[in-house]
Structure formats: C-alpha cells, structure tokens
C-alpha cells in the first residue's frame, strides 16, 4: 500500500496562502463498482483534481476498505474520508474530515457522532481535521438533510450563514464548508461564497449543485479555496474534457 500522506490541512493552508486553488473529487462507495474502477481511476488520474474525498451520507456497501486501498495503490493523491456516520472510518485513509453539522441542531450530527468517532479514531494513525459543515438550502431536499434531519439554512439569510462560519471558526473548526448537497439544483450562492470567504480566516470548502468547469471557476471567482464534485463527475466521467 502506498504510503500516508502526511500534513494534508498543513498543505491546504499553503495552497490557500499561495493562491493556489484545490479540487476533491468525491466518490460515494455506493455508487461504486469495484470492477469498474481502472477506468474510473484512469479518469480522476487525468484529471486536475488534488484530493479525494470518501464517503456518503448513508453508506450500506461493505467496500469501504476495498475501495480505499485501490485509492491508495493507484494514485498519488491525498484520500479524505467525508464521513456521513462513525461507520465510515478507515485507517487506510489519509486524513478524515471531522464534520460538525453546525448549521442544524441535531445534537447526533453536532457532537453525538464525534463522541463515538474519538475513541476510534484515537486508535489510528489518521489525520483529523475539524470542519464545520453548513447546509445551505438548494432547491430540493437533499440526502444530507434527510438522513441528519436537519433544515438547511436558507440561501438569502447571508447573515445568519455569515454568523454560523464565524461561530464554527471560533469554535477551533479548521475548515468551513458549505454545502448545497449532493444532487442539489442549487449550487451555493457565489455572493454567499464571497461573503464568507472574505470574513473567516481558515480555508472555505464549497461542494453541491456544481455540474460543470464553469460552476467550478465560479466558485473560485467567489474565493472558494477547495471545490468538491461528486454527482456531476460520477454521472460524466468525461466531465473534465467539456
């Protein structure tokens, strides 16, 4: 297996300090069919992607391990595990994003977790790097306020948004991310994305409702410093040659 990679956050941190724009293409191991997964590595192999994440907002496959460890073999980029439950861990990973739901307030999704996660995670040489997770309402019901039966917060509230990154940020969160869900209609609002990314210091995660390179610059015109696709590539495996 390939080797760890060590100081994933530490590298985030220099690429937003250095203007550097980063892409996580995120695979849900439900989604996945381990005998087609040459071509889907080929795929994210080609490219410009940075990181992947792993995960989902329900995970009932057992491939987990499986598709970690072909991650970890046949590229070279750094792997994430997007959790949607303590469930989805693996020490095989790379880092894990350590998601507090702090726009909803489901206590399971703001702490419960987290509390059931530590022990395990504790056990393992993977990198934890605290994120607080923002829904943002985008059109449609999504899996993630379903499954975490949480509302997301609405879209033209930019000062109820504006104030949960910074309480996530003075809560020790590394990282904000806004998410619109997977298979959103919506994507996050770019004068949202502008709004937050120029009043929190840590870097700013924007993922859901993104379908195609243009929504992608768009969110970097915004100042997202980390882009995350799922359904959009998973549906096109062509997505980046458009």
Known sequence: MQQKIPNIYEQIIQAKN?????????????KIVLENIENL?????????????????IVQTTILEELIAQLK???????????GDPSQISPQADAILFLS?????????LIEYQ?????????????VIS??????????ETAVARVSKTEPLNRENLDLVLATSQAGEMLGNKLIYLEAGSGAKKAVPFKMIQLISQSVKIPVIVGGGIVDLQGI??????????????????????????
């Open 217 to 242: 610059q768009n969110a970097y015109n915004a100042g997202a410093d980390l882009v995350v696709i799922g359904t959009a590539f998973e549906n096109n495996s062509r997505f980046f040659e458009s």
């Open 73 to 83: 073999q046949k590229t070279n980029l750094p792997v994430v595990i997007f959790p």
């Open 101 to 109: 739901l702090i726009s909803g307030r489901n206590p399971d999704y």
């Open 41 to 57: 590595l080929l795929k994210i192999n080609q490219s410009p992607a940075t990181h992947i994440f792993v995960g989902g907002s």
């Open 115 to 127: 509390v059931q996660a530590a022990p395990i995670l504790k056990k393992m040489n993977l990198e």
């Open 18 to 30: 250095n203007g550097q724009k980063l892409l996580a293409i995120l695979l849900d191991p439900d």
């Open 131 to 140: 994120t607080g997770y923002i829904l943002i309402e985008s059109g449609n």
